[in-house]
């Protein structure tokens, strides 16, 4: 059991790097903030004087209709219910 305890403290706690565009609480806590904050500062100090163009972000529902998904047959959800190849 001591050594289970020694191994846990020695292991940094996880740090959720994905970022969802909507919604969804805010599990960041303090220390990873500190964290989140050097890496960004770090990326764009070695970034250099590039200045990228900013663009504004396309949600799904805005794209034009070519882009879509395409609608799936009754035969296409039978098959995917059924789980594959008969």
Request: aromatic share 8%; hydrophobic share 35%; proline share 7%.
């Amino acid at each position: 059991m001591v050594y289970a305890s020694v191994v846990r403290s020695a292991i940094p706690k996880r740090i959720p790097t994905i970022r969802f565009r909507k919604g969804g609480g805010n599990g960041i806590s303090s220390a990873s903030e500190g964290f989140l904050a050097a890496s960004v500062a770090a990326t764009k100090t070695s970034a250099g004087n590039q200045n990228a163009p900013v663009r504004p972000t396309i949600e799904d529902w805005q794209l034009p209709r070519r882009y879509w998904r395409k609608d799936i047959d009754d035969k296409e959800i039978e098959y995917i219910n059924r789980g594959g190849p008969e």
